[in-house]
């Protein structure tokens, strides 16, 4: 049985082999809607299958694009990845995910990996401080989009959080209800000063300032995240311990609870605490925890389109850099002291 060709559609349809192909790419822009479904018609008659790889090397493409993410953990990676992968495949683009695990070698290798496969482009969660492998690809006008973290020396398409504002809000919240002795804690800021955790930990000392409040020292944690549960334990040990907890991320706000459940620590009765990450496991502890969200489904869609217009449009872009507004999650975690 004779193998079907894309001329041969053409001829069925009456149209050109180039308008066929426009119609495999989903370039419709000068395309009639007639047209459009006569192929479609024809296509679906004939039961073509488009030869993906002839098409990509045609092309110069190969319709993947490679996401690396520095942690899969996070809930913001993960939100963010089922957005990218949704909106590229809605366009025939499939997505290759690789988690560096924090690990800037891994991180390194990966680049290498996916761009020697040819992906169209990378959509990355940096792990840190890993400038010249990316420095190298955007002298090359490769298409490169930075999530949710910035790399020193290196300017390119990045999406992130307003973090200053995210601390702003929860600080804001604790204080509206009468907090003073607030303590933020965090994982540790990292060789590299990871973006989130020093934009936050610089937000926090904002925001106390802002609202009047001194700041002590011991209230401002940094530490790794099997040593949190004995960080809670000594904050709440000192002659003056804090009466609200911020907690950097999701992380964070996972092993408080842990170790507020374990201890017995009632929240808020105890301890208020408010979250940043509007993790799914805030909303089914009793009591809900307050949260402060960052619209990651809505920042991995921005991501993806970037991409697809990087990819479908060679021409180099002014980098930019998109920060997303927080908004605070109202939970039942934060006990009045008014």
């Known amino acids: 049985m004779k193998k079907l060709t894309i001329e041969d559609v053409a001829q069925k349809a009456g149209v050109s082999k180039s308008t066929v192909s426009q119609f495999l790419n989903k370039r419709f822009k000068y395309m009639s809607e007639a047209t459009k479904n006569r192929i479609a018609a024809v296509i679906e008659e004939l039961n073509y299958q488009p030869n993906g790889l002839a098409r990509s090397l045609k092309q110069n493409r190969t319709h993947m694009v490679g996401i690396i993410v520095a942690n899969i953990d996070y809930s913001l990676s993960i939100q963010c990845i089922r957005a990218i992968e949704n909106e590229l ?53 490769y298409p490169l989009v930075f999530m949710d973290r910035l790399v020193e020396g290196v300017t390119t398409q990045s999406l992130l959080l307003d973090n200053e504002m995210a601390v702003k809000l929860g600080i804001s919240e604790l204080v509206r209800n009468g907090h003073e002795r607030i303590a933020l804690l965090s994982l540790p800021l990292g060789e590299y000063a990871i973006t989130p955790r020093k934009e936050r930990m610089s937000g926090y000392k904002k925001a106390m300032e802002e609202a009047g409040l001194p700041l002590n020292e011991e209230y401002i944690c940094s530490v790794p995240r099997k040593e949190i549960a004995a960080e809670v334990k000594r904050l709440l040990g000192l002659p003056q311990p ?75 872009h002014v980098p930019i850099t998109y920060r997303f507004p927080p908004s605070l999650q109202q939970g039942r975690s934060v006990r009045s002291m008014k």
């Not at 680049?111 to 990316?134: C, K």
Request: hydrophobic letters at 40%.
């Open 89 to 141: 495949q809605s366009r025939g683009i499939q997505v290759i995910i690789c988690n560096a695990d924090e690990n800037v070698e891994k991180e390194s290798k990966y680049v290498e990996t996916l761009v020697a496969r040819q992906v169209d482009g990378l959509i990355v969660f940096p792990t840190g401080n890993n400038p010249s492998v990316y420095t190298r690809l955007i002298e090359a006008q």
């Open 242 to 316: 804090p009466t609200a907890l911020l907690a950097s991320n999701d992380i964070v706000l996972a092993e408080i609870l842990k170790y507020a459940n374990q201890d017995s620590i009632a929240i808020p009765g105890d301890l208020s605490v408010v979250g940043i990450d509007d993790a799914e496991f805030a909303h089914i502890y009793n009591p809900v925890i307050t949260t402060i969200r960052q619209p990651a489904y809505e920042m991995g869609m921005q991501a993806a389109k970037i991409m697809l217009s990087s990819i479908e449009d060679n021409s180099s």
